[in-house]
């Protein structure tokens, strides 16, 4: 039996298929009554804010969009060590501390979460400012979720179907229907520009 | 070639071009460009911002009100500042004010990101442009704590079984092979100055704050019901007080106070016992480098911050300057008014927009923004891999503010000029006090150096400031004021039909501004001046280059294949890129790559 579960989403929901884990934890507040114990929480893009959630369990489920190279859609499962964990060197800006770098750091500290799972999904679409999920990642949620439950059983944790309190959780306004619904169209938004980023334009 | 910019800048793009582009999972974001003479000194910067971010168009429609939690999650270091900046914006435009107790409690939040990011900036990023971490793992203990002592004698972490645990501790984990830090760094150049035992010193810091910063985001859990992303209110802050019982669920009660308090305590002790002592010790060894200040000493903008009392917002009871410097005049300190269309205009000949007007700057109620993606003939490489840019051309997607047509510096340093200039009291005592401390004249600051020295300086004062808000807001709640929001004008329907707002901040990276149109209760315009666009902006119309241009200009880099030096001036900005770089990858990368060509 585990203590103290993290369930954690990671990601910038602003930027379409990185949004992947937030909508996870915030569908699992939806679809789960989790008992005591489990914690949900948005971790957004936060970097080292997130240490102390760390520190404070002992089991840790994250939800992200993961790069494995896969074709889109594609779900990807990591266990403990396995779960990619380094420092950047050379870095640019503190915005570029990215979950690794908190792995590594907590391991570094000596308060690493004992087990690790992260539930991954490799993204269609990031470069898509204030864009929602793309419908193949979207459609791995309910995977993702029925995962993470496999996991808590292993772990002797029994969940039922309900819903959970939610205070970790996104405000209202940017929960997803809200925020998917409130976009305004793309010529409204100029979703055209860089090439690099807009590959629509010519 | 040579020319001299109207801002008094020598640029000659005739020598070897280096490229530094940092790696991210949307590639691009930030990147430069130098041309380096024979003797491997910069003769010209090119600074550029390769991603447009268009929040603005994500905000319209949206209620005002909300505003606020989209800014939050532009950015995952300062979250919290954007958000005050948001319902500045809106309160303004409606003309809301807030209680005082409100006031205190926004002013002890943003006080408080600023010592964490500060503190997280320093040790977590730029102490690495100056700290050699695997040079620490030669050090002998015994000598560090001798070091430790000397700079500090207040700080109790000083023996040397505790730097020979510490060193045991990174050996054991580089071991482990999973430290890409210790791999990846240009470890071995000769730019690096610092003896073994500073080293030692200065990483064991980093595992201290560390420690530290998980208990100062405390403080934005308690005030802001939640961490990460705190809440915000329009018309006040959303924690209510309850003091004489045990209240509500979230309520703020004198157990949480003095939690607050405590954490408050910390910050004040860390501040003076390792970050200072640090900054003057680290900063001792590199006295001779004082390359980096650009822009600093000649033109610099605060909007000012952290008013003494609610809803008043002028210069003599702001806490943190307002005021413009510019031609390097800190005899007359201008003011700023963000409302003025004639004061800050975006310019954007050398951005990847178009304006109806060619050559003209927009203040940001009027701001356009209409994508214009070209590169100049003499650009290199393609659209979708730009090889090297034309900067005589269009060349980034960030646009170019400008104050009274001046290209400005913007963060701690030029807080604390403007500080200086106007004779703020604190700042002067604590510059003076610093320079005579390290032996340096006053034009010292105007470098990567002093930049890094007025972040520390700024730490340690708003350790204090908070503690001053804190006492006046135990002081008011003990006087019966338990009020922290003004609802009156909550509903949309009390609203005027039509209405513009500017809000206001010091974010720890600089000036940040937001300004909004309403109509018809929804967001119609909504334009985020972010201090990275201030430093970050290319050229403007009449060829002034921008703050990280200035600074790179003229610094001798040992190794050109090598960009220690570039880092390190770029770093001392605490530049802001897009948070969209989580996503997990299997394998550790370089988080920037460099090319000469």
């Known amino acids: 039996m585990t203590d103290r579960v993290l369930i954690l989403g990671i990601g910038n929901l602003l930027w379409a298929d990185e949004g992947f884990g937030v909508r996870c934890v915030e569908a699992m507040a939806q679809s789960y009554a989790l008992p005591e114990g489990v914690t949900l929480l948005d971790g957004g893009t936060q970097g080292l804010y997130l240490l102390p959630f760390l520190e404070a369990a002992d089991a840790l489920i994250v939800f992200d969009a993961i790069d494995y190279g896969l074709p889109p859609g594609t779900m990807k499962i990591v266990r403990d060590d396995e779960v990619p964990a380094f420092m950047g060197a050379k870095k640019m800006s503190l915005h570029q501390t990215g979950f690794q770098d908190v792995i590594a750091t907590a391991t570094l500290m000596g308060y690493r979460p004992a087990k690790m799972v992260l539930i991954g999904c490799q993204p269609v679409e990031l470069e898509d400012f204030g864009g929602g999920l793309r419908p193949a990642v979207a459609a791995r949620i309910p995977q993702a979720l029925e995962i993470a439950r496999a996991t808590l059983a292993d772990w002797g944790i029994t969940v039922t179907e309900g819903r959970s309190r939610a205070e970790g959780l996104a405000q209202a306004p940017l929960l997803r229907d809200a925020y998917e619904a409130g976009r305004p169209s793309e010529d409204d938004a100029c979703r055209i520009g860089d090439a690099r980023f807009f590959p629509q334009v010519p | ?597």
């Not at chain 2, 356009?368 to 840019?389: C, D, F, M």
């Not at chain 2, 001046?529 to 280059?545: E, F, H, L, M, Q």
Request: aromatic share 8%; hydrophobic share 35%; net charge negative.
């Open chain 2, 1 to 597: 070639m040579g020319i001299t910019t109207p801002n008094g800048f020598n640029l000659d793009n005739s020598g070897k071009r280096i490229v530094v582009d940092p790696v991210t999972r949307i590639e691009g974001h930030m990147r430069c460009e130098v041309n380096v003479d024979d003797q491997g000194i910069i003769r010209n910067a090119v600074s550029t911002g390769t991603m447009w971010r268009g929040l603005e168009v994500i905000l319209k429609g949206r209620d005002p009100r909300d505003a606020w939690a989209f800014t939050e999650r532009i950015c995952g270091v300062c979250t919290g500042t954007h958000a005050l900046t948001s319902v500045r914006a809106v309160e303004d435009a409606l003309g809301i004010t807030i209680p005082d107790n409100a006031n205190s409690i926004r002013n002890i939040m943003q006080l408080n990101l600023q010592i964490h990011d500060h503190v997280v900036h320093f040790y977590h990023l730029h102490a690495l442009d100056w700290v050699n971490p695997v040079n620490a793992l030669r050090a002998d203990p015994k000598a560090t704590s001798e070091l430790q002592q000397a700079v500090s004698p207040n700080h109790p972490l000083s023996s040397p079984g505790y730097f020979r645990d510490v060193q045991n501790r990174l050996k054991a984990f580089v071991e482990s092979g999973q430290l890409g830090l210790f791999k990846n760094g240009y470890w071995d150049n000769p730019a690096y100055l610092l003896p073994p035992e500073a080293d030692l010193m200065a990483t064991t810091h980093y595992l201290e704050a560390l420690d530290l910063q998980k208990e100062i985001v405390k403080i934005h859990t308690i005030f802001g019901g939640k961490n990460p992303h705190p809440n915000w209110l329009v018309g006040g802050v959303p924690c209510p007080i309850n003091v004489h019982s045990t209240g509500a669920v979230g309520a703020i009660n004198m157990e949480r106070l003095n939690l607050v308090s405590s954490i408050i305590d910390k910050c004040i002790e860390f501040n003076r016992n390792v970050y200072l002592p640090d900054v003057v010790a680290i900063g001792g060894f590199y006295k001779n480098w004082l390359y980096g200040g650009g822009l600093s000493g000649k033109s610099v903008l605060a909007y000012g911050d952290i008013p003494e009392n609610a809803n008043d917002f002028s210069p003599a009871q702001l806490h943190l300057p307002r005021g413009a410097i510019i031609n390097g005049n800190l005899n007359e300190v201008h003011d700023v008014d963000q409302r003025d269309p004639e004061q800050i205009q975006e310019f954007v000949d050398h951005s990847w927009y178009e304006y109806a007007e060619a050559g003209k700057g927009l203040h940001p109620w009027d701001g356009e923004t209409k994508p214009k993606y070209e590169l100049g003939p003499n650009a290199k490489g393609s659209r979708t891999n730009i090889e090297q840019l034309d900067e005589a051309a269009k060349y980034s997607w960030i646009k170019a503010p400008r104050w009274k047509g001046n290209a400005m510096e913007v963060g701690p340093l030029a807080r604390y000029v403007v500080g200086y200039a106007s004779g703020h009291e604190d700042i002067k005592n604590q510059v003076d006090g610093l320079l005579g401390t390290m032996k340096l004249p006053l034009t010292a600051i105007f470098s990567t150096l002093g930049r890094t020295a007025a972040r520390a300086l700024e730490s340690e004062y708003c350790g204090r400031l908070q503690k001053h808000f804190f006492d006046k807001l135990v002081q008011n709640i003990k006087n019966g004021d338990e009020s922290t929001a003004n609802v009156t004008k909550w509903d949309p329907s009390t609203w005027p039909k039509e209405a513009k707002g500017v809000g206001a901040t010091e974010a720890p990276r600089g000036a940040l501004g937001h300004w909004v149109r309403i109509k018809d209760g929804r967001i119609e315009n909504y334009q985020c001046v972010v201090p990275t666009t201030w430093n970050g902006s290319p050229r403007d119309t009449a060829g002034n280059i921008g703050a990280f241009e200035a600074s790179l200009m003229d610094t001798k880099m040992e190794r050109p294949e090598e960009p220690v030096e570039i880092l390190r001036t770029l770093h001392s900005f605490d530049p802001c890129l897009a948070c969209s770089t989580h996503v997990m990858s299997p394998e550790g990368q370089e988080m920037a790559r460099v090319k000469v060509r």
